[in-house]
């Protein structure tokens, strides 16, 4: 995951020496952002690529790293998987920017455990609990004597902003003995090896090497996030500098194409339409 | 000596023959003279200012990491940041307590240092004087080449493979490394103790009947803690693997290149003549090492020991990745089986979302974290330089 980051720092800086800042730029786009909202970026970029023959440069550092490269004019397109913040809106109106938001996909923030787990369902409450420390064993929501494990996301994920809205509620303290993972890829891997973790990933990170659990009695799937019946959903955004043009406007509007809407099916996301 | 008597013979020559010769041989125009020395000048001047430039960088660094570490104190004051176990630097509203977070550094730092520097230093004995030289020239560049394996990759082992060997089998891992750390240790502690005890005894054959009694007691004894506290380490379940145990383990593998590089130099540097003065007393190869060569190379070993202690310190990707990241300290403060978060690992994971733009004091925390680091590797290498010059002062004998 870093090591992408780095990668495409690297690719980024490399970009801005050549053609003096990407916002300007005339031969490509430059998208920065979430982690979640990236596969999805990078198999657009792909598709965009070979069929428009532009270059996309795709990063995945954080929702609010997007944020913050849009502000500073050094991506085109913010990927983020929550709404920007006013205090980045008002730091980007301070800059002369009015970054507007479309939705691309939605995205449903699945529980999961260790397959050996034998716990299927949790409520909102009882997962609240759980991260704040109040239940520690398994015994108590209904599962094995085993002491519970945590696992979060770093604060700059957009995906651990999001649980801690649906979830736990923005003023209270996660369990400080929560592990903190750095991406998607790095939860699900720690999930899968560790017999009495919890925890969270976007639905397009689910797989057999861990177990999604119901919350309030709803499986996480495609159908339940369309029509809103899944309590932990969210919509991806694709943020621009101004109303999109040209071609970072036909870039966001691949998600309403056939093509774009088989690649969100095709990752786990949920089309919007 | 031979240098001024060839002088002379010169002078004896005679002169003006002498002078002739040497002006047409040796003394060079007066244009080319001026070209050497305005290339001379300009090549020292060129090295001067790469020198001044490599220098005026680490001021930068200090400069601009200070300038935002400052306005954290300023918003927050000093005693939340050292005094508070509490991080949540995201929350409403947002508490930047960094103690548990530097306690999660010293911890694993404090680890990694146990394991390396015996092994580190055992490793540059045998190294420099127990080796031949010619199996030397291999295995040192091997043991260096540790150094060159990207720190993404320990990272890696740590995460994926090592994290769940210590939550399967964390127990008899424990176990079997305790008994095979501990098993020589123990008895060469058994065999010392009853020399020591017997000692006492004069009558010649009272003391070896006391010696073998002695040593039967004492192994049975030592064979049953070894046993007991094996079982004891086997009844042990890891929860998680991702904890300062594994990182510490990895850390420490990260750092003895360092020291045994450091350590075998130093222990280099100490010279032919001070081992044969020792064989020459009648010492036996451990004496000389125990008692003349460690103590010379002591302050060189020291200076390497610090050198990979500060690696430890400040490596990122591998405490990122393997520590699992809970700022909180563990339950009991010693409890190595536990994750922690360190400093390194919190300005990398929080970097993102800090914006100079929208959080001040989140932001400007992890420029102060930033400065505690600097501050401690600044102190530890002005120490490890004192301790080299300590040591070049020794061996020059002065």
Redesign the interface.
């Known amino acids: 995951m870093a090591k992408f980051r780095v990668t495409s720092l690297v690719v980024s800086a490399i970009f801005l020496l050549v053609s003096g800042g990407p916002a300007e730029a005339k031969n490509g786009i430059v998208i920065d952002g979430s982690t979640t909202v990236g596969p999805l970026a990078k198999s657009f970029a792909a598709y965009f690529t070979r069929s428009r023959g532009i270059s996309v440069t795709v990063s995945e550092s954080g929702s609010g790293n997007g944020a913050k490269s849009l502000i500073n004019g050094t991506c085109d397109i913010a990927t983020m998987s929550r709404s920007m913040k006013p205090e980045e809106l008002a730091a980007a109106r301070s800059k002369g920017i009015e970054p507007v938001a479309g939705v691309v996909a939605l995205d449903g923030l699945a529980m999961v455990v260790n397959p050996a787990n034998p716990v299927h369902s949790l409520t909102k409450q009882q997962i609240a609990a759980i991260y704040k420390g109040s239940v520690t064993n398994w015994r108590q929501v209904g599962g094995p004597n085993a002491r519970i494990l945590i696992v979060q996301r770093e604060s700059n994920s957009g995906t651990q902003e999001t649980f801690k809205e649906l979830v736990v509620g923005k003023k209270v303290h996660i369990a400080a003995s929560a592990e903190t993972q750095a991406s998607n890829g790095a939860v699900k891997n720690r999930i899968s090896l560790t017999k009495g973790a919890i925890g969270f990933v976007g639905l397009g990170f689910i797989d057999s090497t861990v177990k999604k659990i119901a919350v309030d009695g709803v499986l996480p799937s495609p159908e339940t996030v369309r029509n809103g019946t899944y309590p932990l959903s969210r919509p991806l955004f694709m943020v621009t500098a101004g109303t999109p043009k040209g071609r970072v406007q036909e870039f966001i509007n691949l998600s309403a194409t056939p093509v774009g809407k088989r690649m969100i099916k095709e990752l786990g996301f949920v089309g919007t339409r | 000596m031979q240098a001024s008597s060839l002088q002379n013979c010169n002078v004896m020559n005679g002169d003006g023959n002498a002078t002739e010769g040497r002006s047409s041989a040796f003394v060079v125009s007066a244009r080319k003279r001026k070209l050497q020395q305005i290339t001379r000048t300009a090549g020292e001047s060129t090295l001067f200012l790469i020198a001044a430039f490599v220098a005026v960088i680490v001021l930068f660094i200090f400069y601009f990491v200070a300038r935002d570490a400052v306005p954290f104190f300023e918003i927050r004051g000093f005693r939340e940041f050292f005094t508070d176990?509490?991080?949540?630097?995201?929350?409403?509203p947002p508490?930047f307590g960094a103690l548990?977070i530097i306690y999660g550094s010293l911890m694993v730092t404090v680890g990694s240092a146990l394991i390396a520097i015996p092994m580190g230093v055992a490793a540059a004995i045998c190294l420099s004087d127990v080796l031949p030289f010619s199996v030397r020239q291999y295995v040192k560049p091997v043991i260096e080449m540790l150094a060159a394996i990207p720190s993404?990759a320990f990272g890696f082992f740590a995460?994926?493979i090592f994290?769940?060997m210590l939550?399967n089998h964390g127990g008899s891992i424990l176990m079997w490394s305790w008994w095979i750390m501990a098993t020589p240790l123990i008895l060469l502690m058994i065999v010392v103790g009853a020399e020591l005890v017997s000692s006492r005894i004069e009558d010649d054959r009272r003391r070896k009947v006391a010696q073998r009694v002695l040593l039967v007691v004492m192994g049975a004894l030592a064979l049953l803690i070894l046993i007991l506290v094996g079982f004891r380490l086997r009844s042990i379940e890891i929860?998680?693997?991702?904890n300062a145990l594994n990182v510490s383990i990895i850390l420490s593998f990260m750092a003895l290149p360092t020291i045994v590089s450091v350590a075998e130099d130093a222990l280099q540097a100490v010279g032919r003549d001070l081992r044969e003065g020792s064989y020459a007393l009648g010492a036996t190869r451990a004496e000389t090492i125990i008692k003349t060569i460690l103590p010379a190379a002591s302050s060189g070993i020291l200076a390497g020991v610090i050198l990979g202690i500060m690696r430890a310190l400040g490596e990122t990707?591998v405490v990122?990745?393997a520590s699992?990241?809970?700022?909180?300290i563990p339950e009991p403060w010693y409890n190595y089986l536990?994750?922690v978060?360190t400093l390194t690992a919190t300005i990398?994971?929080?970097?993102?979302?800090?914006?100079q733009?929208?959080?001040s004091a989140r932001f400007h925390v992890l420029f102060a974290m930033g400065l505690l680091l600097l501050v401690i590797s600044f102190v530890s290498n002005f120490i490890s330089e004192r301790i080299v010059v300590r040591q070049r002062k020794i061996l020059s004998g002065q």
Do not use: C, F, K
């Open positions: 176990t509490r991080w949540y630097p995201a929350d409403e508490v548990s993404v995460l994926v994290a769940p939550q929860m998680t693997g991702t990707m990122w990745m699992g990241n809970s700022a909180h536990d994750s978060r990398a994971g929080d970097m993102g979302e800090a914006d733009v929208t959080g």
